[in-house]
């Protein structure tokens, strides 16, 4: 069942121009990943796809009665003042009927008829649960106070709110711009589940490697202007592109040199004959676009030279931090050694950023001393981003840096050469920084960190906006990187495959080491979550305190075998509320199953509860 028929899209901004005769179409159940450079007009699809954008140029047409949501990069919730408010904003019918009822149910003088009318179409439209939905989601996203100001949240805070308002309306068709973005990474991992479970049908754009793998059965390239489809994983897409591109460059080479042919054949005619064949001409004319073929962004191979590093690089001695009554960092100590790559984890809130201004020197410690080495040179890509100049050209932002960059060989690159390989040919480079991307910017901005040679690089969330090219090509970079390394990023992906050591932030302070990746703190988090859940219902039982003999009446036969039991009823509840527990996490059904789900864990609880207290009664009068 054809969901979405795209045919003769064209886009163009100014001069720019995105895709031109694009055709797109979107089926029942395909969960599809498009991908592309930055700049290559993704976000300009996903925003035509879902109506907040016009083409200039071919139609979008959705199935009719089609039921449709939308995540933006930057979330609007319009006049909406809380949090509450802004989950019940939107077009949706549901939401509309929702949004009526509240509104005439909290109205004191409201007209009974409006009132019973409000709820016959609440019964119509199954919405009664629809509140009790949005707290279960709101909860899984971390968002708990629904009476906050929107103007209060962070930009993570409205891409959590944004996120539940679009689950929760269950649409058939969800279009998704970077979903992932701002998210800590057990919010990920609970998003991947849902999705994955779910039968809605999704068209998205995330540079989040595993949850593509894990969520998406398609992807979708935007290169040059066309769209060019792939099943399958990341890895397949990655071998079929280098199939494709091979292929077009031999099929360019071969037109070259038939051009080149045609040009010399051309030339030798006499210039008073007439009788040249118009129709070669036409063909030798037709031969020069796919002589000149698709240019396509050279892969950034870059190896620059990092300064040189002495033996003293970094020691943090009993360093504490906090904000009035807020402890992000507690007694923690380090001495870095040469070539550490390490990564920093941890959720939104708990200090990394601020753990990263404290080892740049950006703001003081609150106790304890850090010692850097004379020779170390931070290099440090903050979350926030560079401030650029108004009227700022990109090639202007580079070399503010430096005019050119030593290259591992010895070799010097030119600014210009450097923003090349980075993907900014030499027409863009003469550009007003205010023409690119949102994630453009950041990729010209980290350039802008390397061109500085540092040999200790810290990078705070540089996966967030940049495409996967560039990101697969940055990794190939930081892979040959010589100097110290930190991340803190909530790609697992990126910090798989660069980080050998971890930095946990577990809050309140508290920052444990950890020697392995990310993939093993996981593997490990999940084994001692699996034996502790094994072992809970034996200590329950057994760790009791050893009750002291009273003068009570010693248990009577019946009350024997009673206690006896109490024992494995104990151990299968609590096998059960582990399980429960598990399904509620996973988030693979509807909120109908979670909210009896949870009903029932309730109940459990309850009865946990009350065994928990008859078995020590008893355990005081049995011998």
């Known amino acids: 069942m054809n969901y979405l028929s795209a045919t003769g899209l064209a886009k163009s901004y100014g001069t720019k121009v995105l895709f031109e005769d694009l055709t797109f179409g979107v089926s029942k159940g395909q969960k599809i990943a498009l991908v592309g450079r930055n700049g290559c007009g993704k976000s300009t699809l996903l925003r035509i796809f879902a109506g907040k954008d016009q083409p200039d140029a071919g139609e979008v047409s959705l199935r009719n009665g089609l039921r449709t949501a939308f995540l933006d990069q930057e979330p609007d919730f319009g006049a909406a003042t809380t949090v509450m408010d802004a989950l019940f904003s939107g077009d949706d019918p549901k939401l509309s009927v929702v949004r009526r009822f509240r509104q005439l149910s909290t109205d004191p003088q409201a007209d009974p008829q409006a009132l019973q009318d409000a709820m016959d179409a609440m019964e119509v439209h199954k919405a ?22 929107v103007a209060e949240l962070s930009g993570g805070q409205r891409k959590r709110v944004a996120l539940a308002r679009v689950i929760v309306q269950e649409p058939d068709f969800l279009v998704l711009d970077e979903p992932t973005n701002h998210l800590d990474t057990d919010t990920i991992e609970w998003l991947e589940n849902y999705f994955a479970a779910s ?7 995330t540079h989040d490697r595993y949850f593509l793998d894990r969520v998406c059965n398609e992807i979708v390239e935007l290169d040059g202007g066309a769209a060019f489809r792939y099943e399958g994983d990341y890895e397949h897409f990655l071998t079929k592109k280098a199939e494709r591109e ?50 396509r962004e050279s892969d950034i191979q870059l190896n620059f030279k990092a300064q040189r590093l002495g033996k003293k690089i970094l020691e943090l001695e009993h360093i504490q931090k906090a904000y009035q009554d807020l402890v992000l960092i507690r007694d923690f100590s380090y001495v870095f050694k040469k070539g550490e790559r390490i990564g920093i984890v941890g959720p939104n809130g708990v200090g990394k950023s601020t753990f990263l201004n404290l080892i740049t020197g950006k703001m003081p410690p609150d106790a304890g001393d850090i010692e850097t080495g004379q020779t170390v040179a931070f290099g ?21 840096a430096a005019e050119e960059i030593r290259m591992g060989t010895g070799e010097k690159l030119s600014a210009s050469v450097a923003l090349g390989l980075f993907g900014f040919p030499p027409p863009v480079q003469y550009n007003h920084v205010s023409e690119l991307s949102g994630g453009e910017k950041r990729r010209l901005y980290l350039l802008r960190v390397l061109m500085e040679q540092p ?27 010589g100097g110290c390394l930190m991340i803190v990023s909530h790609d697992r992906y990126f910090l798989d495959k660069l980080c050998d050591h971890l930095f946990i932030f577990e809050g309140k302070g508290e920052i444990k080491p ?19 859940r094994q072992t809970a219902p034996v200590k329950a039982a057994t760790s009791a305190p050893k ?7 010693k248990l009577s036969y019946k009350e024997r075998k009673e206690y006896e039991a109490l024992e494995g009823e104990l151990e299968t509840l609590e096998e059960k509320k582990a399980a429960l527990i598990a399904q509620i996490n996973a988030g693979n059904s509807d909120y109908q199953n979670l909210q009896n789900w949870g009903q029932e864990l309730e109940a459990i609880n309850q009865q946990i509860n009350d065994k928990e207290d008859r078995w020590l009664e008893l355990a005081e009068r049995a011998e």
């Not at 009664?128 to 100001?149: C, F, M, N, P």
């Not at 039968?199 to 998205?204: A, E, F, G, M």
């Not at 009750?547 to 009446?553: G, I, S, T, V």
């Open 128 to 149: 009664w649960d629809y509140e009790s939905r949005v707290r279960v989601v709101l909860g899984k996203l971390g968002i708990a106070d629904t009476d906050q100001a």
């Open 455 to 481: 040999n200790f690089l810290i990078l705070d969330e540089p996966t967030n906006d940049l495409d996967l090219i560039t990101l697969n090509t940055l990794e190939q970079f930081l892979l040959a990187y």
């Open 514 to 532: 950890f020697p392995g990746t990310f993939r093993e703190y996981r593997a490990r988090k999940a084994a001692e979550a699996e034996k502790a």
């Open 199 to 205: 039968t809605v049908t999704l068209v998205l754009v």
């Open 547 to 553: 009750p002291q003999k009273k003068d009570n009446p």
């Open 380 to 400: 440090f890509y903050e979350q926030s981003g560079l401030n650029f100049k108004p009227g700022q050209l990109v090639i202007d932002v580079i070399t503010e």
């Open 246 to 295: 091979a292929a077009q460059d031999m099929d360019t080479a071969r037109a070259q040199n038939l051009l080149r042919k045609e040009l010399e054949w051309l030339r030798r005619q006499p210039k008073a004959r007439t009788t040249k064949s118009k129709a070669r001409i036409d063909a030798a004319e037709g031969l020069k676009d796919r002589a000149a073929g698709t240019r």
